[in-house]
């Protein structure tokens, strides 16, 4: 399920983010630039980020214990 809120938030702080960069000159617009597009689509991904890396923490641990496993091979 999509966390609506959390998405809002990460896209708030890009926006802002992108409006800053914008202002240094960091980033070059045009006239048909759309701002609150590129936000929208940078925020869907850092939330899919989000959400990857918390299923790998739900699941890491068995996954990282197995790993232990392969690397601590008796000689």
Do not use: H
């Not at 960091?26 to 048909?32: D, H, M, Q």
């Not at 597009?37 to 940078?42: F, V």
């Amino acid at each position: 399920m999509v966390n609506y809120i959390l998405l809002y938030k990460i896209r708030k702080l890009v926006k802002q983010i992108l409006k800053e960069k914008i202002e240094d000159g960091e980033i070059a617009t045009t006239p048909r630039s759309c701002l609150g597009c590129l936000a929208d689509e940078l925020s869907w991904e850092i939330y899919y980020l989000f959400k990857e890396r918390e299923e790998g923490k739900k699941g890491g641990s068995d996954q990282a214990d197995k790993d232990k496993e392969k690397t601590e091979e008796p000689e």
